[in-house]
């Protein structure tokens, strides 16, 4: 069963550092993009980048660059997100998915992981 | 405000056939491929529909996507309380952001 698995909630203050992670299994981890995506509390979703963990080529959206940093380890399937100075803004949940292609520019995102709570309040 | 244009909310009895509606631009919808997800109160998003009209294995015939020039639409047939969750649709935007948009989601009630 393909999965993508997440890290735990966090808690933490602004000004903070932090990096989350997401673990694929059953695929091969390097042949597939993986998609950052933000969802801000009750709000919809917001597309961050993605990242090739084959070579780790990255592409961010405008609204995000500069603001995370996506990295993969392929030795053990995990991808990060990671923030070096956290703002209460940053407070939502972000979810990682695999991004599948098909033909004539054709891409989505499946499956996603669970998603991980991230909540900056000082 | 999103680059996608869906209806905030849409609802329906059990069996009714509903349509959601997500409109774009030459830049988006008209030019490339529209997926839906479904996410479930308090859960992931799932895809639902990919490359317009194409339904993953597992996905109910029950749910069906189009596309017509910049707009797309998901239209669910034979309505189940369990379909209660927000839909959203994407799609590779070519503008200056080059970037997935989403549409801003509809949140489908099952009365």
């Known amino acids: 069963e393909v999965q993508l698995v997440q890290s735990g909630t966090e808690v933490k203050k602004p000004g903070e550092s932090l990096k989350i992670s997401c673990r694929g299994s059953g695929y091969t981890f390097t042949n597939h993009w993986i998609g950052w995506v933000r969802q801000m509390p009750g709000k919809g979703l917001e597309w961050m980048g993605i990242i090739y963990p084959g070579n780790s080529h990255t592409r961010y959206s405008p609204s995000f660059q500069g603001q995370v940093i996506f990295s993969v380890d392929k030795s053990s399937n995990t991808a990060y997100l990671q923030w070096s100075s956290l703002k209460a803004s940053d407070t939502a949940t972000y979810y990682c998915a695999r991004q599948l292609t098909g033909a004539s520019r054709s891409w989505w995102f499946d499956p996603w992981g669970q998603g991980t709570l991230v909540t900056v309040s000082s | 405000q999103s680059v996608l244009t869906q209806p905030p909310s849409a609802s329906g009895t059990p069996g009714q056939r509903i349509i959601i509606s997500c409109s774009g631009s030459?830049?988006?919808?008209?030019?490339?491929?529209v997926n839906w997800y479904q996410q479930l109160p308090g859960t992931a998003p799932k895809l639902l529909i990919y490359?317009?009209?194409q339904r993953p294995s597992g996905v109910p015939d029950r749910f069906s996507g189009s596309k017509s020039g910049t707009s797309a639409s998901l239209a669910i047939s034979g309505l189940r309380s369990e379909d209660e969750a927000d839909y959203y649709c994407?799609?590779?935007?070519?503008?200056?952001?080059?970037?997935?948009?989403f549409g801003a989601g509809t949140k489908l009630t099952v009365l």
């Open positions: 490359n317009n009209d």
């Open positions: 994407a799609a590779w935007d070519d503008s200056l952001n080059d970037q997935e948009v």
């Open positions: 030459n830049s988006n919808i008209g030019n490339n491929p």
